[in-house]
């Protein structure tokens, strides 16, 4: 069985940080709590291949919005040891603007994302204002693109995107939200992405507030919980916590890259 390696690159996060109301559905709303940070992931393979997982928010977006730019998300794949125009394969775990703002920083990649996503982001459900928020118009512009020239492969609900990496859907924050289940030396580890976003959704079942489908999002907190071998195999996809729970890959990399594959720090 390969055994890979597994960073988590921080590449931003909200300065001003947010209302409980902002990070739990049915939070308080005159209560303010810790800001979110803002992830990629970088699968390391055991023949030593840089796969990307997402390719983070566009700043330009991003700083309009009130989030805060720490480096570039290819720069961060640079640091780590990696040419961004060297990567081969990106895969993206849904369609949001956080996720696919910078596709083009990896030119020469093939893309693996979920039919379901693909399906949901070029559907009648974008009709809507409401439904399309948080899909940028250009990114999806440019996954379709993608399809055409012959760099975008689709993922099932269920499947080996490579040997010791599987994918599967955790509807509710997406319709076709994807998870990664990476094998590592301290067993599989699950990148949640946005189908968890912070350790407490899945303790205590408490739903973010941005959602397709509630119902869904609180049944894919069950199955997560279901398939993980352990709870901190389960890594979510926006709490600073993680930047806390994990060591860094160096010391020049403290607050940057963080070893996923590598046991939580005690206490």
Known sequence: MPIHELYAIRYGYHP?????AEMAFGGDPTTRVEGMDFFIWL???DQGKPIVVDTGFFPGVAERIGHASLINPADGVRMAGFDPAAVQDVIITHAHYDHTG???DFPNARFHMGTTEMA???GPLMTHPATRAGFGKRDVKTLVGFVYEDRMRFLDDEDEVFPGIRSFILPGHTT???ALEVDTARGPVIIASDAVHL???LET???FPVFHDLGAMIMSYRKLKARAARPDLIVPGHDADVTRRYPALAPEFEGQIFRLDRAPLAG
């Open 16 to 20: 001003e940080g947010h209302t409980d």
């Open 43 to 45: 699968i390391v393979t």
């Open 199 to 201: 350790y407490n959704e």
């Open 120 to 122: 949901s982001v070029t």
């Open 205 to 207: 079942e408490r739903p």
């Open 102 to 104: 910078n596709l083009g």
């Open 176 to 178: 076709g939200q994807l």
